[in-house]
């Protein structure tokens, strides 16, 4: 297998703004194609599980459940949900929905989770990147993430198209519910496909700024990655780019847990990224870039462009160019992890996920 450079980086989250353009309103026709409104009025309760990326979309995208669609919802890895959750599930007076996510349709884990899902009664989706798939033949409805193929990648686009299926389902299911009604789901869309051009000036504006972090930063042995409610899931995916095309070690952290605990770890001078967007646990992000910086910890933060509040404590600032409703912030917040963990990569001399290195046999 040749090496994967770098740059492929690049290429991936340059074409964000497109993909979202033209895929929002043709991920919902496969929403609705698969499941119906009977299917989804039955639902009290939502899991959604995977592996590595897809697990990080489940975390990113829980709130929108909770807070569009008004039911709760538990994003579990597959480990966790096939041996923990699936047999536990609360059923109460419906069903349980189960979304397992596998951008190629091949996970182990969540194909098994799948399985183990249905003997306990729950409905379940498969959201998957690639049709034909064991995915398909899995779930007992499939959604479709499909997108034109880029070559080899460390998951930029299928992680996006994993958050809008995942966004898309939550809205028929509010709508099924009765929580919202068919002219806000269509607003929500046109919402979701109009980020493209907050994500055309996200990527003009961030990518001096996070390429000149990388060169400031190429020296240190670690990093965190922080943020909380959607932005966890958010600092979880960029601090998994950053492990897989650098292989520096990176944590992904929620705010108050890093205050408990990861403060205390050496190096004094550990580079910490701050995902910060408007938002319930905003608040927190500012008080916690004052005590980062107080530490002596490099930092850097991810905000709406003019958020001075958490700006003015950073040594790199990373705007994001306009307005996002909280719960679709995950789709923009990590495009500056993509051009850190591309350009920390080629300052060292590697290539994505040790593919420079000789395996054994």
Known sequence: ???????????????????????????????RSA?????????VRVFVTGDGDS????????????????????PMSAQRFLDYGAEWMTLEQGRALVIAISASGRTE???????????????????????????????????????????????????NASLMGLTSIALRLGEAHGNIDAAFVEAMHAEMAGLSDVMTATLQAVEAPARAAADAW???????????????GTALFSAAKVVEAAGIFAIGQDLEEWAHVERFAYPDDMPVVIIAPPGRSHWRAVKL???????????????????DEVATHADFVFPVMGEVREELTPLVYHIPSN???????????????????????
């Open 218 to 232: 190429q020296d240190a042995p670690m990093e965190a990655w922080l943020g909380s409610g959607p932005s966890y």
């Open 35 to 43: 499941l119906s409104a009977d299917d989804l009025k039955s639902v």
């Open 289 to 307: 870039a004052e005590q980062v910086k107080k530490l002596g910890r490099r930092l850097a933060v991810v905000v709406q462009d003019g958020d």
């Open 109 to 159: 884990r969540g194909l098994q989770s799948l399985a183990r899902a249905q003997v306990f009664g729950a409905l379940t989706v498969a959201l998957t990147g690639t049709p034909g798939s064991p995915f398909t033949e899995a779930g007992e409805r499939v959604v479709l993430a499909d997108l034109p193929d880029f070559g080899r990648s460390p998951g930029i686009r299928t992680y």
């Open 1 to 31: 297998m040749d090496p994967m450079k770098p740059d492929v980086m690049v290429r991936q989250v340059s074409d964000l703004p497109v993909m979202t353009r033209e895929q929002t309103n043709r991920f919902d026709e496969h929403v």
């Open 55 to 74: 697990y990080h979309a489940a975390r990113a995208q829980e709130m929108v459940f909770e807070s569009i669609a008004g039911v709760p919802c538990h």
């Open 339 to 361: 051009f850190f963990a591309s350009r920390i990569t080629e300052n060292l001399g590697r290539m994505l996920f040790q593919s420079d290195r000789p395996r054994a046999a």
